[in-house]
Each structure stands twice: as structure tokens, then as C-alpha cells.
């Protein structure tokens, strides 16, 4: 069984950090995207950074350029999401997804998902 599974999410104060990090099991993610969405009440899912695995090439919201860092681990299947000087406009349910056959560009623009976890919460909070 395919699944996707996010830890790391949290209370934490603004200008903090947290990494996220999505472990995947039940397949490869050769040939695949992957990357980090979210949804905050009141406002759209949003692609915050995903990462074609076959060449590394990433894609970052604007909102995020520059304050989060995404990385892989293509032997352990898993991805991190590293988010740095975190915004209270930073909270949100923080969802991993993968999809096959599609760029990570495509996969934040498009949201062409086929697998999504079951996200972590993340508040950035004073």
C-alpha cells in the first residue's frame, strides 16, 4: 500500500523554524514528483515546493522563496521540507504528495496528485 506519512509540524514562534519531513513506502520515487502543499481556513490549497526526483530540479511558491528548502533522500524515500524564518501567514495544514510522470513544477502548479498524507499542522504563533 502506497502511503505518505508527515511529521514535524508544530507550535513554534515567528522568525522559528521547523523541518518537515515525509517519509513514502509502497513505492520508488524514480520517475516521480513529490513535494509539499498546504491549506490554510479561508484560502486555497496551495503548492509550496515540490521537487522532480529524476533531476533534482525544485519549484518554490513566491510566498516561500528564499525562507524554505526542499530536499530528498531517494534511498530512504523520504522528503524534508526545511522552513526558516516562518510568518504567522505561514500556518496551515502542511500536506505531502507525490504524483508519477509529472515534474514538480507541474505537480505544485497543477496539483496532479495521486497519493496525499494525512498532513501536519504547522502554527507559527506568538
Known amino acids: 500500500q502506497v502511503q505518505l506519512v508527515e511529521s514535524g509540524g508544530g507550535l513554534v514562534q515567528p522568525g522559528g523554524s521547523l523541518r518537515l519531513s515525509c517519509a513514502a513506502s509502497?513505492?520508488?520515487?524514480?520517475?516521480?514528483?513529490i513535494g509539499w502543499f498546504r491549506q490554510a481556513p479561508g484560502k486555497e490549497r496551495e503548492g509550496v515546493s515540490c521537487i522532480t526526483v529524476s533531476d533534482s530540479s525544485t519549484y518554490y511558491a513566491d510566498s516561500v522563496k528564499g525562507r524554505f528548502a526542499i530536499s530528498r533522500d531517494n534511498a530512504k524515500n523520504t522528503v524534508d521540507l526545511q522552513m526558516n524564518s516562518l510568518k504567522s501567514e505561514d500556518t496551515a495544514v502542511y500536506y505531502c504528495?507525490?504524483?508519477?510522470?509529472?515534474?514538480?513544477?507541474?505537480?505544485?502548479?497543477?496539483?496532479?496528485?495521486?497519493?496525499w498524507g494525512q498532513g501536519t499542522q504547522v502554527t507559527v504563533s506568538s
Open positions: 504528495a507525490t504524483t508519477f510522470w509529472i515534474s514538480g513544477e507541474t505537480l505544485c502548479r497543477d496539483g496532479k496528485v495521486n497519493y
Open positions: 509502497g513505492f520508488t520515487l524514480d520517475s516521480s514528483a
